[in-house]
């Protein structure tokens, strides 16, 4: 197939992709321009500070607004400052679900804090966490009432070994995936999955009580409306979202698989095909026995196909990982566009199985202004370096040892 592609001089070309003699594994081999970036606000992280979090007891960093290599053995501490960075952009860790998990052991508290250029702005965020208590973002040192609100600010792309959870674990990944790509760009849609959560669980809290019982008609009533107003809401966001997003992670796909492949992403809900309102009733008696919600966009999931069948069943480990990415770079073209900001692009390991010159082609093409601020880890300083001194994008190089942070490299 053919498509636009631009070279490291940021020269469009007409190009046709012959994928095996580029690279298996095309993180960002290939864009799709529009010359719609040219106007996008290159957003970046100036300036990042950690104390305890994870291994990292105090240590602040100075990056560059482009390109940062964060080099050093497995273990060191590299994937945990991608997810510092991710956590001041969305609150939350990629990985952990459980906050404490982010404070260093034995310590009772930590404290990130990043300093952000956007729409030209300097925008200071801090995250200061306790165990046990509440997590509190301030944003230009005024407390954020509620989380929800700076969720989107500062919009992220993480790719990493760990999405493959996306293609064998159930269905509730792929929600929180969803989630996650719609809460950058519409809060109301943030507040709905929280509100319809909560509600949820204080449903099925009285369903147990219950014990079959069809008593207390009167507040299942009230959380069935509540239910409803919010799932709705969240359903047709949800659908609205997947017809905006299919195209553009098809195109993706066609262009890393040279068009050979035909993929999809099936949104399936309960609601397709009944009014919540309806499904809710109709399954009352079943919930009362069962003794949780069983109908719900909490049901909802999003089928990864690959010729018409669940990729999970069928796609090669290749394919597996082309999907992946085809689904991170079309998030990342996604929220750019939605938003009007380059997304910070955390790319992590993702270059552990190449050779140097596929890293290196992949890094020419990161360093094109379709692309914003990105941060990569690699194992092999040796390898890094070599391609970073061989390639003109300016950027800085770091290397993590024995709990810290060195910057070894750093051009303009
Ligand atoms: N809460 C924590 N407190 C202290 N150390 C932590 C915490 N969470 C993770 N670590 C440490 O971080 C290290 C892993 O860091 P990671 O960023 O995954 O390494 P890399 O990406 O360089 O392979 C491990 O040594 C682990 O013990
Ligand atoms: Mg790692």
Redesign the pocket.
Known sequence: MNAYLINNEGVNRFYRLNWDAVSNFPIPMVTFVDNHFLDKDPMHLNKLSLVNF??YADTVLDLHPKLNCFV??????????L?AIYYLCVCKSYFNVTDA?????DEDYMLLQGEFIRKNKKEEIQCGLQRDKKKQFKRNKKDYERLSDHVGLLPVVMVSPADIQLIVDGSEERRKYINGVISQYNRNYLDNTMKYNKVLSQRNRLLKDLKGKNTQKDLLDIFDDQLIETGQSIYQERKHFIEKFIPVFAKYYSFISDGSESVELVYHSQLHVADFNDLLKNSRTKDLTVQFTTVGIHRDDLVLHLEGIPIRKIGSQGQQKTYLVSLKLAQFEFLKEVKGILPVLLL??VFDKFDANRVKQILKLVGNEAFGQIFI?HTNLDRMTTILNELAISHKLFQ?KDNQVKEIQSTH
């Open positions: 994870k291994n050093g053995n497995n273990g060191v501490g590299k994937t945990n400052l997810d998990y982010s404070i260093k052991t992590d390991d880890t993590v």
